[in-house]
């Protein structure tokens, strides 16, 4: 599967209000808006090198106001009178303002009434949502105002003195929401996300999330979020009650998409989300996300696992190099703008980064696509140890195992191509591969227990181990399968 990030870049973001804050389409690009699949490298190296690759109106009823009842029976009928004369109310109109919308008209609310002659021919007006609370506002008043003078009426004649007015409990209590329901993560949560804000030396730049990692201060989020800012640009992160601060990269992973920043005057107290255990997410569960979508911040979204060990390449847009991860799918809503935010489970703890999404639109430079329902996230036990690394050494480090194989992704396994980057050979001497017994022209068709069906594959699943872990490939050769126990080496740096 191949896709985008997620970009929000600045030419999409004045397609919206700015607010203090696509593989799949990783959720900000700050460079340009995402134009499609990134051409992968046929052949890369992952020894060496890292890998390029209207609703409808639903007429609401409302009572009619009731007749006071209990006027003796021998007296003659009032003459006719206005309302006003009355002292009433106007009744609500027969037929509301809003009731010949786009919907082509419907049921009318309340009875039908008897024309006036007098009334002027009703002008259509643009508005339809205000002009219809309008209506109902004043309809409302109407019947609000009779329930009332009846009331009143009927406690005078009777003599009572009891009061029939009904306080709502301003208690702040009753606004709070339990820790296990969605608003109370996210009121948990919350404060704890930023929305970052990435300039580069030329102008370009855009919009993301991140979220508080530690109390030192250090932001966890995606590299193609900060990647046009890394160098020469600025970089800021913005709480959710407004605050903003300036931040630096610490460490960045083209390979894994995880970058680490840190606030340069951090506050105190700041609260790191929880993190949980990714590996025991299970399809079906609740997930709940929460980012900047189209520079949106602190958007709440609310889903499920789809899938889990989903092989994702995503490019960030520009062209340069990809990202592989063996994903979390979900089916909250994650835009332009969520890279790099928490998908948090539904107690709170932080299982994944929303990196990408899948779409069916395509970017230009005036739009961008946006989610279908398909969306695709970091396991937060691969980013937590990338961003250990980041943090400790400023690096990446990337478990391999010593071959090149074929970017195809229609291939039935993973291909190990006839030679190497720059004509050196597919695997080297004393390479894990090499060691193993494995050849080129090999073709890897599972790693450990998972079916590898593409190079991208592969590479996903490498990367969700350490260096020295051993794992078991399963291989054909000349039509017969075997399997080889290979222990993954390493290679530093995203060069």
């Known amino acids: 599967m191949s896709t985008e990030n997620e970009g929000n870049e600045r030419n999409a973001a004045e397609a919206a209000p700015s607010v203090p804050s696509a593989p799949p389409v990783p959720a900000d690009a700050p460079h340009g808006p995402p134009?499609?699949?990134?051409?992968?490298?046929?052949?890369?190296?992952?020894t060496a090198t890292q890998p390029q690759v209207p609703q409808a109106h639903d007429p609401a009823t409302t009572p009619m106001a009731p007749v006071p009842t209990g006027a003796p029976a021998h007296t003659p009928p009032p003459a006719p009178q206005s309302a006003a004369d009355a002292g009433w109310p106007p009744p609500p109109p027969a037929v509301p303002a809003y009731a010949h919308h786009a919907q082509g008209g419907g049921p009318v609310w309340g009875p039908p009434g008897q024309p006036h002659?007098?009334?002027?021919?009703?002008?259509?007006?643009?508005?339809?949502?205000?002009?219809?609370?309008?209506?109902?506002?004043?309809?409302a008043g109407g019947v609000g105002g009779a329930l009332g003078y009846w009331a009143a009426d009927s406690n005078d004649s009777s003599g009572s003195s009891a009061s029939t007015t009904v306080a709502a409990s301003t208690n702040p209590q009753d606004l709070k929401r339990d820790p296990g329901?969605?608003?109370?993560?996210a009121a948990k949560a919350l404060p704890s996300v930023v929305t970052i804000d990435a300039q580069g030396g030329d102008g370009e730049g855009g919009t993301g999330t991140g979220f508080v990692y530690d109390k030192e201060g250090h932001i966890l989020t995606n590299n193609h979020v900060v990647a046009s800012a890394a160098d020469n640009g600025q970089l800021s992160a913005t709480f959710s009650n407004g605050k903003k601060y300036d931040a630096e990269v610490v460490g960045r992973a083209e390979g894994y998409d995880v970058a680490?920043?840190?606030?340069?005057?951090?506050?105190?107290?700041?609260?790191?989300?929880?993190?949980?255990?990714?590996?025991?997410?299970?399809?079906?569960?609740?997930?709940?996300?929460?980012?900047?979508?189209?520079?949106?911040?602190?958007?709440?979204?609310?889903?499920?696992?789809?899938?889990?060990?989903?092989?994702?390449?995503?490019?960030?847009?520009?062209?340069?190099?990809?990202?592989?991860?063996?994903?979390?799918?979900?089916?909250?809503?994650?835009?332009?703008?969520?890279s790099g935010g928490p998908l948090l489970s539904a107690g709170g703890a932080v299982i994944g980064i929303n990196s990408a999404i899948q779409s069916t639109g395509s970017s230009t430079g005036q739009s961008q696509a946006g989610s279908i329902g398909l969306g695709f996230a970091i396991p937060i036990n691969q980013a937590k140890n990338v961003a250990q690394q980041l943090i400790k050494t400023g690096q990446p480090v990337y478990p391999v195992i010593g071959a090149t194989v074929t970017m195809d992704e229609k291939t039935g396994g993973a291909v190990i191509s006839d030679q190497g980057t720059g004509g050196t050979a597919?695997?080297?001497?004393?390479?894990?591969?090499?060691?193993?017994?494995?050849?080129?022209?090999?073709v890897i068709t599972k790693f450990n227990d998972t079916v590898v069906d593409s190079g991208p594959t592969l590479i996903g699943e490498i990367w969700t181990h350490k260096p020295g872990d051993k794992v078991t490939l399963t291989y054909k050769r000349d039509g017969k399968t075997a399997t080889a126990e290979v222990t993954l080496g390493e290679r530093k740096g995203d060069s």
Do not use: C
């Open 117 to 139: 002659a007098h009334d002027a021919p009703r002008k259509r007006r643009g508005g339809g949502l205000v002009a219809a609370v309008a209506v109902a506002a004043l309809v």
């Open 426 to 442: 597919a695997v080297p001497k004393d390479s894990p591969a090499a060691r193993a017994g494995l050849k080129a022209g090999d």
């Open 260 to 338: 680490v920043l840190k606030l340069k005057n951090p506050p105190q107290g700041l609260t790191p989300l929880a993190l949980g255990n990714s590996e025991q997410v299970a399809v079906g569960d609740s997930t709940i996300a929460i980012g900047a979508p189209f520079g949106l911040s602190n958007t709440v979204t609310t889903g499920i696992i789809s899938a889990k060990n989903r092989p994702v390449a995503s490019g960030d847009g520009s062209g340069g190099s990809s990202s592989y991860m063996s994903a979390l799918q979900t089916d909250a809503s994650i835009n332009p703008g969520n």
């Open 35 to 46: 134009g499609g699949t990134p051409a992968a490298p046929p052949q890369p190296d992952v």
């Open 181 to 185: 329901t969605v608003a109370g993560v």
